[in-house]
């Protein structure tokens, strides 16, 4: 398994800044965390754009499905108003700009796939189209849609694979294998040290979504978790020291 921080930055470090933003990532590496988590998706002529809803409603000036605007529709809204006047000019970044920014900056990053009403193979093959020669950037990828987790083995085959999960199905080793899955992304609320216990014991890296809570973090890191994925990077690198 790729080697990751035990710190990534929820869509940038999206308590102080506008999730899946350039200017969110930017401010991550300021508060020294080096990897962020952001969520990519297609707009309506198959571009890989980030942002984490379906619609456009919450997170920018737009409205309506995120895949039915083409690229220059989506490009031209505005992603950072929302969330403060700072930020007013934030664009929906593009897959291929946030590479390009994450590599000149060093850091690398945990893309979660995310098909939001887009055709999901469609939006497979378009991410490893565009992730497939790169190596400027530590890419960990990840997706909460079993399908792609798997066909994500066969496209990237010299890529890690996340499955993300909400909650954790019984028979959750044997699909795991069936995926060839890299590691397994479980929202911290279904975490106890027993589950933990079980996870890791089968050398299955565990990666928990969304730690806020200094104390947290600390328990789930004493339970084996190897990454924490928290909206709040300068909170979380002050409390958090480097799991071992
Ligand atoms: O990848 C971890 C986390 O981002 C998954 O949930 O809904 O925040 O994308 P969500
Ligand atoms: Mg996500």
Redesign the pocket.
């Known amino acids: 398994m790729i080697r990751i921080p035990h710190i990534i930055a929820?869509?940038g470090a999206s308590i102080e800044a506008p999730e899946n933003t350039i200017a969110a990532f930017r401010i991550a590496q300021v508060r020294g965390v080096n990897w962020i988590?952001c969520?990519v998706t297609l707009s309506a002529d198959e571009q890989c754009v980030l942002i984490?809803d379906d619609t456009l409603d919450r997170t920018t000036n737009g409205t309506g499905p995120v895949h039915h605007q083409d690229l220059a529709s989506l490009r031209a809204l505005d992603a950072g108003a929302w969330f403060s006047d700072i930020y007013k000019g934030e664009r929906i970044p593009t897959l291929s700009e946030t590479l390009d920014t994450l590599a000149a900056l060093d850091m690398g990053v945990?893309l979660?796939i995310?098909p939001s009403g887009c055709d999901a193979m469609v939006l497979a093959r378009r991410v490893a189209a565009e992730i497939g020669n790169r190596r400027d950037v530590p890419i960990l990828l990840?997706s909460?849609d079993a399908d792609v987790v798997a066909v994500m083995a066969e496209l990237c085959p010299s890529l890690d694979c996340g499955w993300?999960v909400e909650e954790i199905p019984g028979d959750w080793k044997s699909r795991y294998e069936t995926l060839k899955a890299a590691a397994l992304?479980v929202d911290q609320k279904q975490l106890t040290a027993e589950k933990c216990a079980e996870i890791t014991g089968e050398k299955v890296p565990l990666i928990c979504?969304?730690v806020n809570d200094p104390d947290r973090a600390r328990l789930l890191r004493s339970w084996g978790v190897r990454a924490i994925?928290t909206d709040n990077p300068a909170l979380m690198t002050t409390a958090i020291p480097p799991i071992r």
Do not use: Q, V
């Open positions: 929820h869509r988590e969520d984490h945990n979660e995310k990840s909460f993300l992304h979504y969304t994925i």
